[in-house]
């Protein structure tokens, strides 16, 4: 069956540090991959997507590129801030409307 | 309202009791979910929903029970839960006829069961 693995955290950095936050995946086909994050007492919200391979899926200054040759899809913003402490999840989907999720990853960043 | 919204957002409850919660989704899709996210376990898919049908049930125990009565409503009816039901309840909605399938999730119902 699919699944998703991600980097166990938390992730701690300093602001203004690189993050990447690794995703690899195990699907049959071609499955679309997403980033969702969510914030303390928050839902989880959609932060990016990419749908075919070597697509690179932005927003907010984070990035991911589908790697289908790696199954990855790796989390990276340049410069991170103290509002991007968070939990991030990786999630896919097989062509069926249900996602599987990774764990979730915890980043935390101080000043 | 916009989005997916969820009421109550906080809910304390006895192992007695009859609770209700609600979703509702302003974007017009056509399939909804319920999730249930309990600390360090990953996020547990519990039912979904097709044009108003349950297509999935998780092997959830049977005090939960699901109900759909229109494509933008969703109630999780709750009835004797346990302490170990303390939990995140997520509710998300999603397009089934679109081409990659992402779901969109309201902000939750934080529930305690004492």
């Known amino acids: 069956g699919d699944s998703v693995t991600q980097m166990e955290g938390p992730v701690t950095l300093s602001e203004e540090a690189f993050l990447t936050i690794n995703c690899t995946y195990t699907?049959?086909?071609?499955?679309?991959l997403f980033w969702y994050v969510q914030y303390p007492g928050e839902g989880l919200q959609l932060l990016l997507k990419a749908t075919k391979a070597d697509d690179k899926g932005s927003n907010k200054g984070f990035e991911a590129t589908y790697r289908k040759e790696t199954t990855s899809f790796h989390l990276e913003k340049g410069s991170v801030q103290v509002s991007d402490s968070a939990v991030y999840f990786c999630a896919l989907s097989s062509g069926y409307s249900t996602l599987t999720f990774g764990k979730g990853t915890m980043l935390l960043v101080s000043p | 309202e916009t989005g997916v919204t969820q009421t109550p957002r906080h809910l304390v409850m006895g192992m007695t009791n009859k609770k209700s919660l609600k979703c509702e989704q302003h974007?017009?899709?056509?399939?909804m979910y319920w999730y249930k996210q309990s600390a360090k376990k990953p996020l547990e898919l519990m039912f979904v929903?097709?044009?108003?049908?349950?297509?999935e049930n998780n092997s959830v125990p049977s005090r939960f029970s699901p109900e759909c009565p229109n494509s933008s409503h969703l109630f999780l009816h709750l009835h004797t839960l346990q302490p170990e039901d303390s939990a995140l309840y997520l509710c998300a909605s999603s397009q089934e006829d679109a081409n990659s399938y992402e779901q969109y999730f309201g902000p939750g119902t934080r529930l305690t069961v004492t």
């Open positions: 974007l017009g899709h056509n399939a």
């Open positions: 929903y097709n044009f108003k049908e349950q297509t």
């Open positions: 699907a049959t086909g071609y499955p679309s």
